[in-house]
C-alpha cells in the first residue's frame, strides 16, 4: 500500500519561509511527476508547482520567483521551498505523485497559515 506523508506545514508570519517535503513509502512504482496542489477554505485545488523525473518544472503564476520545487526520484520525495510567504499563500498543501502509469497518489496535506 502507498502512503505520502507530508511535513512541514505550520504557522508563519508574512515574508518568512516553509520548507514542505513529502515522501512515498510502499510500492510505487515509476513516478513521472512530482508535485504539489493547495487547496483554500472556499475554493478550488490548484497546482502549485510539480516537476517530471525528466527535471522540467511547472509554476502556477502565483508561485513563480517565490516557490522552489525540488524532487528525489531515486527516494520518492519531493520538496517545496516557500519563500516570501503572503497571507493568500493559507492553506492546506497536498503532495501527488503520478506514475507512468497515470496512477495518482496523494497525501493527506499539511496546514500552511501565514498570519502576523
Do not use: H
Given at each position: 500500500?502507498?502512503?505520502?506523508?507530508?511535513?512541514?506545514?505550520?504557522?508563519v508570519q508574512?515574508?518568512?519561509?516553509?520548507?514542505?517535503?513529502?515522501?512515498?513509502?510502499?510500492?510505487?512504482?515509476?513516478?513521472a511527476v512530482?508535485?504539489?496542489?493547495?487547496?483554500?477554505?472556499?475554493?478550488q485545488?490548484?497546482?502549485?508547482?510539480?516537476i517530471?523525473?525528466g527535471g522540467?518544472?511547472?509554476?502556477?503564476?502565483?508561485?513563480?520567483?517565490?516557490?522552489?520545487v525540488?524532487?528525489?526520484?531515486?527516494?520518492?520525495?519531493?520538496y517545496?521551498?516557500?519563500n516570501?510567504?503572503k497571507p493568500?499563500?493559507?492553506?492546506?498543501?497536498y503532495?501527488?505523485?503520478r506514475?507512468?502509469?497515470w496512477?495518482?497518489?496523494?497525501g493527506q496535506?499539511t496546514?500552511?497559515?501565514?498570519?502576523?
Amino acid at each position: 500500500q502507498v502512503q505520502l506523508v507530508e511535513s512541514g506545514g505550520g504557522k508563519v508570519q508574512p515574508g518568512g519561509s516553509l520548507r514542505l517535503s513529502c515522501a512515498a513509502s510502499g510500492n510505487i512504482f515509476k513516478v513521472a511527476v512530482m508535485g504539489w496542489y493547495r487547496q483554500a477554505p472556499g475554493k478550488q485545488r490548484e497546482l502549485v508547482a510539480d516537476i517530471s523525473s525528466g527535471g522540467s518544472s511547472y509554476y502556477a503564476d502565483s508561485a513563480k520567483g517565490r516557490f522552489t520545487v525540488s524532487g528525489d526520484y531515486t527516494k520518492n520525495t519531493v520538496y517545496l521551498q516557500m519563500n516570501s510567504l503572503k497571507p493568500e499563500d493559507t492553506a492546506v498543501y497536498y503532495c501527488k505523485m503520478r506514475t507512468t502509469m497515470w496512477n495518482d497518489y496523494w497525501g493527506q496535506g499539511t496546514q500552511v497559515t501565514v498570519s502576523s
